[in-house]
C-alpha cells in the first residue's frame, strides 16, 4: 500500500455530524490520511437518517461518490440506525457504526486493502448508560455550567430523534 492515502470526507446533516467529521478528520491524520476535496482512496460519506429527504440524500450522496469509482464508506446516523441493513442495500458502500470512530484510520486501511468490513447490527444506544437522574446513584451531581434539574423538572427528550424506540418507550 502506498504511504500516501487519501480521503475525502462528506458531511451531510446537523451540527452533530459536523463535529463528529472533525473528530474524525483528526484521527485521519493523526493515521496518516491526507484530507482531500474530490477524489481520494476512500470517499466517507457523514450520513443523516433523520428525515425521509435526509435519508434521500445521503444514498444518493453515497450513490454518486460509487459512481465515480472510489471507494466509499458510509458513517453517521443513518449508518448507525442501519447498520447491517443499509450494507445490504447499498453494497455500494461499506458501513461503519459509532464503535468504529476510534478505530477509523484503521477501518479506511481495511477498505484500501480490499477487506469487508463487518456492519453492525443495530441497537437501542439508550439501554448502554441509565439516561434519566432518578436512574443515577449521584442524581444530585450535574455537569457544571448545565442546569441542574429535579424530579420531574428532568428533560426527558433530550436523546437523537433518529434513535430506536421500543414498545413501550415514553
Excluded at 487519501?6 to 496518516?32: I, K, P
Excluded at 447498520?83 to 479506511?108: C, K, N, T
Excluded at 451531581?141 to 413501550?168: E, L
Aim: hydrophobic fraction near 35%.
Amino acid at each position: 500500500m502506498s504511504s500516501r492515502r487519501t480521503v475525502s470526507l462528506v458531511t451531510l446533516g446537523c451540527a452533530r455530524n459536523e463535529v463528529d467529521s472533525e473528530e474524525l478528520a483528526g484521527r485521519l491524520s493523526q493515521g496518516g490520511w491526507e484530507l482531500v476535496d474530490g477524489d481520494a482512496d476512500v470517499t466517507v460519506v457523514n450520513t443523516c437518517g433523520f428525515i425521509d429527504a435526509a435519508k434521500q440524500d445521503s444514498i444518493q450522496t453515497i450513490l454518486d461518490a460509487a459512481e465515480n469509482g472510489g471507494r466509499v464508506v458510509a458513517a453517521g446516523c443513518m449508518a448507525e440506525r442501519y447498520g447491517s441493513e443499509l450494507a445490504e442495500s447499498l453494497p455500494e458502500a461499506q458501513v461503519i457504526g459509532f464503535d468504529d470512530y476510534a478505530s477509523i484510520s484503521d477501518r479506511l486501511d481495511d477498505v484500501v486493502a480490499g477487506r469487508t468490513l463487518v456492519p453492525h447490527d443495530p441497537r437501542d444506544r439508550r439501554t448502554l448508560l441509565p439516561i434519566s437522574p432518578v436512574d443515577r446513584d449521584a442524581a444530585d451531581v450535574h455537569v457544571p455550567g448545565h442546569a441542574a434539574f429535579a424530579g420531574s423538572q428532568a428533560p426527558r427528550a433530550r436523546r437523537c430523534p433518529t434513535a430506536r424506540r421500543s414498545p413501550g418507550d415514553d
